[in-house]
């Protein structure tokens, strides 16, 4: 395992929260309350959190824009860039949320309302397929379209002039036939052909891959189609087989979000370029190739939640964050949990298939996992359908998206004289190829505003590898330090790394990120779950550069990551 003694310094999100906001907080035994004392450190702080500008275009591309207006009205504005810097390579990507403007009244009820103006964007390299009937046909690896003509649906690929491309698939383990061929005149026929020539030995079962969930709701349209696609299928959504976002006061729209990805098909750069014409490169700017297409099945459940009294409406927020401010949730059983258990709220659920033997259909709520399990169980490597796409310039250069909506406007209530305690902290991290090996200690510690370390998890020396779930345990702090009120300006997670040696040197961590949930509850039992993703935030942890510091604003928001020393 290959170990490094040098910072990995990485450009992050825009940092909220300056590296000099909080003094660090000293450590003391767990039965003792804990002062904010300010320490004096020998090793001066290292910043690794930046402000990110996007790359310049070069070549005969120019990061272009379309707006789609959806049918709800809003609009959503969409730009491809090249070389976006730390593209997130999930399928659906990351969705933020920024809080423009926010304002405080009161409520019929008596209730505290914060009424807050929204801005929702996107950013992704892979673009999920939402309206598999019109897109699918013209999904294909090696595919080249003007930009304009695929987002506005005008399916017209560019074909002459063309050099050969080969394409190949991952799927090595579930075939006896050849994982690669080389497509002499890459006409969509032809590519297409060869791919057929590739899928047809693979095997007819259901396959291993996982099972991906994402669970969210939407206040409207342009929410909806910025949390299904991150970033992309807007040319082709609608919301279509049930997905309607008409919102009333007591009814929320929650969508389950099943995701199973089967193989991945994809073209490689030609030696000499995709064009022996270069007349074609040269009168069409903005040319975009489909260079990878992954298949599978996406199953999206949408159920419309009508909320009977207000106990439903603390249940339903509860258990998925509607006041959250993300909205976004990968709790899928807690999910399926609440719609058997609660009978009080009336719900509909609408289901609408990407890659299945149907397209549209309509579920139960109660036995809903279930049926989604048993259409899966129907879906192999010979039913799968594009679900996801990548792509490149034309000179290879990958291509990411960033979207967003105009503003609009939420408004969230909690019931006057709520008090919100810090009930849980939970953490999960992401490591690089160089990953923390077994009987290397690393500890995470939550501190708010006030210089108080409230959560913790001290004994982590077990090997972590990709991804690793930390749960921190409550401090002896006092119980006012666990309000909301004592994150008022915010608060930081200190990453502290105690490595072992290994032969003349130390263990090395290449810290890849991390995604921390503060979950809050009033008196009344009323939750308030917040999520901040670190994704940006890599550095590596090894000796003399032990500690990282994760800060966040009052908003919950993450800030940019820093090395105060030690």
């Known amino acids: 395992m290959k170990k490094t003694l040098s910072l990995l310094l990485a450009l992050v999100a825009l940092a909220t929260v300056s590296s000099g906001q909080f003094n660090r907080a000293k450590t003391l035994p767990a039965d003792k309350p804990v002062k904010n004392i300010p320490i004096k450190t020998t090793t001066p702080p290292r910043t690794i959190g930046t402000v990110m500008m996007p790359p310049a275009p070069t070549g005969n591309f120019n990061n272009p824009s379309t707006v789609f207006t959806l049918p709800d009205g809003k609009r959503v504005t969409m730009t491809m860039r090249q070389n976006m810097p730390n593209l997130p390579q999930n399928i659906g990507g990351v969705v933020n949320e920024r809080t423009e403007s926010s304002r405080k009244e009161s409520g019929a009820d008596g209730s505290t309302c914060t009424v807050e103006t929204k801005m929702l964007n996107a950013a992704s390299s892979t673009f999920m397929n939402v309206n598999y009937n019109q897109q699918a046909i013209n999904i294909f690896p090696g595919a080249i379209y003007r930009f304009s003509d695929f987002f506005s649906g005008n399916y017209r690929p560019l074909e002459q002039g063309r050099n050969p491309i080969n394409i190949s698939t991952d799927n090595l383990a579930n075939t006896s036939g050849a994982v690669f061929r080389t497509v002499q005149n890459p006409t969509g026929e032809e590519i297409r052909q060869q791919i057929a020539n590739i899928i047809q030995p693979f095997s007819t079962s259901t396959g291993s891959a996982g099972l991906q969930y994402r669970i969210f709701t939407a206040e409207n349209d342009a929410e909806l189609s910025i949390k299904l696609s991150a970033g992309g299928g807007y040319a082709g959504f609608k919301a279509s087989g049930g997905f309607s976002t008409q919102q009333t006061e007591k009814s929320y729209y929650l969508t389950i979000d099943a995701i199973k990805p089967l193989y991945t098909i994809t073209t490689s750069f030609p030696a000499n370029g995709y064009f022996s014409d270069k007349n074609q490169e040269t009168n069409n700017p903005n040319l975009i190739v489909l260079k990878s297409v992954t298949y599978g099945t996406r199953i999206l459940a949408n159920v419309e939640v009508n909320i009977a009294t207000q106990k439903d409406d603390i249940d339903f927020k509860a258990s998925f964050g509607a006041d959250s401010g993300k909205g976004v949730s990968a709790n899928f059983s807690a999910t399926f949990n609440y719609l058997k258990s609660n009978k009080s709220s009336r719900s509909t659920v609408n289901v609408y298939v990407v890659g299945g033997p149907i ?112 749960t921190l345990n409550l401090r002896n702090v006092p119980e006012n330090q666990l309000t909301s009120t004592a994150f008022g300006n915010g608060g930081y997670l200190d990453v502290f790394m105690e490595p072992k040696q290994i032969f003349l040197g130390w263990d090395a961590w290449n810290f890849n990120g991390a995604t921390l949930t503060l979950l809050f509850q009033d008196q009344n039992g009323a939750q308030m779950p917040y999520q901040m993703n670190f994704s940006n935030a890599r550095a590596v942890l090894t000796k003399n550069q032990q500690r990282l510091r994760l800060p966040f604003n009052n908003r919950f928001s993450a800030g940019g990551a820093f090395m105060p020393g030690l």
């Open 359 to 470: 397209n549209t259909t309509i579920f139960d709520k109660d036995k809903l996992q279930e049926q989604i399990t048993e259409l899966l169980g129907r879906c192999n490597y010979q039913t799968a359908q594009p679900i996801a796409y990548s792509f490149t310039d034309i000179n290879g250069n990958v291509l990411g998206m960033e979207s967003a909506t105009d503003r609009f406007t939420s408004r969230k209530c909690v019931p006057a004289g709520s008090v919100y305690k810090l009930i849980s902290a939970t953490l999960q991290v992401s490591s690089g190829t160089d990953t923390k090996e077994q009987g290397s200690n690393v500890s995470f510690t939550l501190v708010n505003s006030n210089g108080y370390q409230v959560y913790e998890s001290s004994d982590n020396n077990i090997e972590f590898r990709n991804q690793n779930d930390v």
